[in-house]
């Protein structure tokens, strides 16, 4: 089998991320607090001189509080640790800019969980996720908040 071409850089093409995004199910522009984009990453497959988007991460910073602003891999590529390797670049990044603590509201806990972060409590979590104002909170949706100390 041959191995899958792919690389992992730098964009500040945030629309084509959000696009992927949205196509993904998370849920963009929803939080109660302005994101600012610190950083983002996408993952490109290279195959016959072509370089298609298939994933991409995003650091941001909502307040006093770093967080995860999304994270996608496109379906047929999933489950070959592409996330994980974004996730890696995202990490070691905020690291290297002195953050202690991130967060995220989990749509795919096991992901995170496998990677540790751990769930906290609603009552625990910052109030800078949007999914707590939704209706659809803890009924028919139930991201979990979880947070992963650096
Ligand atoms: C979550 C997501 C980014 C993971 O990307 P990925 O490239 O498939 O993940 P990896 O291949 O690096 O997986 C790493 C590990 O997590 C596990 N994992 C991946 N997705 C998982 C999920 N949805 N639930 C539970 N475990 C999962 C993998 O099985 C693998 O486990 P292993 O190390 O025991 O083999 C991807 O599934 C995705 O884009 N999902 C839709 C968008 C989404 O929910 N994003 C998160 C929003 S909070």
């Given at each position: 089998?041959?191995?899958l ?9 945030y ?9 993904s199910g ?8 302005v994101?600012e ?5 996408k993952a490109?497959h290279?195959?016959?001189g072509?370089?298609t988007?298939?994933?991409g991460?995003i650091?941001?910073k909502?307040g006093?509080?770093?967080v995860v602003?999304g994270?996608?891999?496109?379906p ?21 800019i002195?953050?202690k ?10 992901f ?14 910052p109030?800078?996720?949007g999914c707590f ?17 650096l």
């Amino acid at each position: 089998m041959t191995q899958l071409q792919f690389r992992i850089e730098h964009t500040e093409d945030y629309n084509v991320l959000e696009e992927l995004f949205i196509k993904s199910g998370i849920e963009v522009g929803n939080e109660p607090i302005v994101t600012e984009k610190l950083k983002c990453w996408k993952a490109v497959h290279d195959h016959g001189g072509v370089g298609t988007l298939i994933g991409g991460a995003i650091l941001g910073k909502r307040g006093a509080y770093y967080v995860v602003d999304g994270i996608a891999v496109e379906p047929e590529y999933r489950k070959m640790k592409i996330g994980t390797i974004m996730l890696d670049k995202l990490v070691e990044y905020a690291k290297e800019i002195g953050i202690k603590k991130l967060w995220l509201m989990a749509k795919a806990p096991g992901f995170f969980k496998n990677y540790g972060f751990a769930t906290v409590k609603r009552e625990d979590a910052p109030n800078i996720f949007g999914c707590f104002n939704c209706d659809r909170y803890g009924k028919d949706c139930k991201p979990e908040p979880m947070v992963l100390d650096l």
